[in-house]
């Protein structure tokens, strides 16, 4: 949604794209369920694997993970621009705020939601809620969704949280002041084109793989990586890691061949990886 004002017909299609991939997991449920295509869910976490205590692998992670971000942030591109005397340093608004992406606040905002959710015995993910919304919206039109059972306080919550993303993302954009001034990435201008139709076309499509995928898979990155990370499941580390692993090897896939017109695009509009 911050990216609205790059192309409202383009994440029209990413929603569109995430919505109809929802609705073909529920249609195509049945019959994956007959072919075998879902394992049993596991509970297995570290602690029980390695058999120690949680806080014994909880907070030495923790730091680890933190000292992570921190080496992250200190190695941004911006703040080798500003020390080449290319830039400023951001300000500490900035910092926080920086686009809509901070490392900072986004952290510390969703942290919050996952210990309130925690503390009602829910587990937080994005992909749960996608049927959820459509499950409520869906039935005053006499449709059931077969994957979310009967509706309840449990997905109502869930569906809020959908609902929820949409004026949120605009307000994260105001304060990052990107709202009116976003563009489309420009590699990714490079790699699919200007035709507005294309441009939709791969977002929609990508949406709904994102949201077909994610529902075979029993979580997103929000649910089953950041929500599920602290519970220190086996599972959802498999997961994590194969989200990155197939991130990186779609992204060389994709400007893998442009790798040279990469450069050039970085090279004439003086931009970093922290900028596209």
């Known amino acids: ?28 449920f049945p019959s994956m369920f007959a072919w075998g295509l879902f394992a049993p869910p596991q509970s297995a976490t570290l602690p029980i694997v390695l058999n120690v205590s949680f806080a014994a692998v909880a907070l030495p992670l923790g730091v680890l993970i933190l000292l992570m971000m921190a080496l992250a942030d200190r190695l941004d591109p911006a703040r080798g621009r500003a020390a080449a005397g290319e830039g400023s340093e951001p300000v500490l608004y900035d910092r926080i705020f920086r ?15 996952v210990v309130l959710a925690t503390a009602q015995g829910e587990y937080l993910g994005i992909a749960g809620g996608i049927p959820s919304f459509l499950a409520h919206v869906t039935a005053p039109l006499g449709y059931k969704f077969q994957t979310v059972g ?7 919550w ?13 307000i994260a954009a105001r304060l990052a002041r990107v709202s009116a001034t976003a563009a489309v990435a420009p590699m990714w201008s490079e790699v699919i084109g ?3 139709a294309k441009r ?11 949201s077909f995928g994610a529902m075979v898979g029993g979580g997103c990155t929000s649910g089953a990586f950041v ?18 692993m197939t991130a990186m090897a779609t992204a060389f896939l994709v400007y893998g061949r442009k790798r040279a017109r990469f450069h050039e695009i970085r090279a004439a509009r003086n931009i970093s990886l922290a900028d596209d």
Do not use: C, Q
């Not at 009967?150 to 109502?156: E, I, K, P, V, Y």
């Not at 869930?158 to 605009?170: E, K, S």
């Not at 791969?202 to 994102?210: P, Q």
């Open 1 to 28: 949604m911050a990216r609205w004002a790059a192309g409202r017909w383009i994440v029209t299609g990413g929603v569109i794209g995430l919505l109809a991939g929802a609705f073909a997991y529920d249609l195509f």
């Open 99 to 113: 686009k809509e992406w901070g490392w900072i606040s986004g952290s510390v905002l969703f942290a919050g939601l």
């Open 150 to 156: 009967g509706l309840s306080d449990h997905t109502a």
């Open 158 to 170: 869930r569906a809020a949280l959908i609902v929820g993303l949409v004026p949120g993302a605009l």
């Open 194 to 196: 200007t035709s507005t």
């Open 200 to 210: 939709v076309a791969v977002t929609t499509g990508a949406g709904f793989l994102l």
């Open 227 to 244: 929500a599920g990370w602290p519970t220190l499941s086996v599972g959802n580390f498999a997961m994590g890691m194969t989200f990155f």
